[in-house]
């Protein structure tokens, strides 16, 4: 279970708190962070 905080549309906390998955089942707005490691090495 990895809780999230809860945002509204304009990234202010909402004071809600909820479970990762439920949060994006229910199209909630939530923080999110995603990095990419991409190189040229290809098999």
């Given at each position: 279970?990895?809780?999230?905080?809860?945002?509204?549309?304009?990234?202010?906390?909402?004071?809600?708190?909820?479970?990762?998955?439920?949060?994006?089942?229910k199209g909630l707005w939530r923080?999110?962070?995603?990095?990419?490691i991409m190189n040229k090495k290809?098999?």
């Open positions: 279970m990895e809780l999230v905080d809860i945002v509204d549309e304009n990234n202010n906390l909402t004071g809600e708190v909820e479970d990762r998955l439920v949060a994006y089942t923080r999110t962070v995603s990095c990419l290809l098999k």
